[in-house]
């Protein structure tokens, strides 16, 4: 295992191109299992995560490949329908092979996930969503079994206690392009995710509407092909960067990115202070006066994203005055406060709400990464923190962030890694 040790103080400064969205990516390549024909996948992030839906294709039979920024899926004749706890275990987006393995073969065996660190993390409105289509559902084992003879198209209502659910929204909508009729999803999820999975799905011949609204419907259809698609980029890590040139009081260029999708991030961002222009396509930013607090709120899209709560929590906790950040769609994912406030933060948890009394400085520490954007979060306190600070359990970066090394000493980052 490496650690990741970081010189801070230095003023990021420069260019930095965004790689393909981890989380557009995973779902789409689950919807390769629809059909039989090769899919190519461009501008993919060479990530573990990446690697790890690789692997659970090979393992439903598929034959995968990944080289120069291309995955390219075919079928082959060993087409299986169970996928195994090894790695629905360690990547929960692996649990949206369900639906397009009921669409296709009208049978799945998938591992059920189990919690996290950032919580709970049920998966009851998946299963609602493929029930309510005709699905015979059971647990065997920590297995979800899913049969069905045939998947009628319906109306799903599947909102949750906190609010819409991405995935779910994307193993629904999956299982519902081969469905026979209309199947209308209620209180869908928004994200752009979401909407980039719809448009390589119809790509492949499926019929949906109302995608990146809360209702989308979807005709059936009897069979989907093979295509060529290219992901967006990954709104996250922009978010990421764009926090990391304020934290060291930096100048950054973004290119690949869309300004919109980064809308509630941006518009916080400017309301506390930061010059953010759209240029030619990219993102200008940086910091020419002193930064105010905030509050914030986390909602789904289009609210301010919960996948860039932990960064701007490093943010605040160095903004004189006091910030209060809620997160309204994982109520325990707060386990970098303890790790920030082991670095000079002045963080209080209360319920749901973290209080941030600003600090002048951070101070280099041995810190700990607990999930993928607490890490970020972490690295983004070594990055203006004074002296070294050491991240270890560096392997959760990995699962999220391209190349993220190399992409920062390229702003004149001082960092390298070392064997725990
Ligand atoms: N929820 C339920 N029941 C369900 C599903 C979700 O109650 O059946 C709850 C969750 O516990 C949570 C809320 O609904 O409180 C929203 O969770 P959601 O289902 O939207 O999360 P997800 O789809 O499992 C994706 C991203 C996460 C991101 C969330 C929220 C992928 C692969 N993962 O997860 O990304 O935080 O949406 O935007 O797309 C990350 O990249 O670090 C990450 C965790």
Redesign the pocket.
Same mark, same amino acid.
């Given at each position: 295992m490496d650690r990741l040790i970081i010189q801070g103080g230095r003023r990021l400064k420069g260019e930095v191109a965004i790689s393909g969205s981890?989380?557009a990516l995973?779902?789409i390549l689950a919807a390769t299992l629809l059909t039989d024909e090769p899919c190519c996948i461009k501008g993919a992030p060479r990530l573990r995560d990446t690697y790890t839906m690789i692997k659970i294709l090979r393992s439903l039979g598929k034959a995968a490949d990944f080289k120069n920024g291309e995955i390219w899926v075919k079928s082959t004749s060993r087409a299986q329908t169970t996928a195994d706890y090894k790695f629905v275990s360690t990547m929960?987006?692996s649990f949206c092979v369900l639906g397009p393995l009921l669409a296709k073969f009208r049978k799945a065996k998938v591992s059920l996930p189990g919690g996290c660190v950032?919580?709970?993390?049920?998966?009851?409105?998946?299963l609602k969503g493929m029930r309510a289509l005709g699905a015979d559902i059971d647990i065997q084992r920590g297995y979800v079994v899913v049969k069905a003879t045939r998947l009628s198209g319906t109306h799903i209502y599947l909102g949750?206690?906190?609010? $819409?659910?991405?995935?779910?929204t994307a193993n629904v909508m999956m299982a519902a392009t081969r469905a026979s009729g209309i199947t209308k999803i209620e209180s869908a999820?928004c994200?752009p995710?979401v909407v980039d999975l719809a448009k390589f799905l119809i790509s492949m011949g499926a019929k949906i509407k109302g995608y990146g609204t809360p209702l989308i419907e979807i005709q059936g259809v009897k069979r989907l092909h093979g295509i060529s698609y290219k992901i967006i980029p990954d709104r996250?890590e922009a978010g990421t960067f764009m926090i990391a040139a304020l934290i060291t009081k930096g100048e950054i260029k973004l290119t690949n990115v869309v300004w919109q999708h980064l809308g509630a991030v941006i518009d916080k961002l400017q309301q506390i202070g930061a010059d953010i222009k759209k240029q030619d396509g990219a993102i200008k930013l940086k910091l020419t006066k002193q930064l105010k607090p905030a509050n914030i709120t986390t909602l $789904?899209y289009p609210g301010f994203?919960?996948?860039m709560q932990a960064q701007m929590m490093s943010l605040m906790s160095l903004v004189k005055g006091v910030s209060i950040i809620t997160e309204k769609?994982?109520p325990d994912r707060f386990m970098h406060i303890a790790e920030l406030n082991r670095m000079g933060a002045h963080i209080q948890r209360q319920g749901p709400h973290a209080i941030i009394e600003g600090v002048k400085q951070l101070c280099g520490a041995r810190v700990m990464a607990s999930?993928?954007?607490a890490s970020a979060c972490l690295v983004l306190a070594g990055l203006a923190a004074r002296g070294v600070t050491s991240v270890s359990r560096i392997y959760h970066l990995e699962r999220?962030y391209d190349n993220l090394d190399e992409k920062l000493r390229k702003l004149g980052v001082n960092l390298w890694r070392e064997k725990e």
């Open positions: 981890k989380n995973l779902p929960r987006a950032i919580g709970l993390r049920p998966v009851d409105l998946h949750g206690a906190f609010g $819409s659910s991405v995935l779910a999820a994200e995710e996250i $789904s994203p919960t996948d769609v994982y999930d993928l954007r999220g």
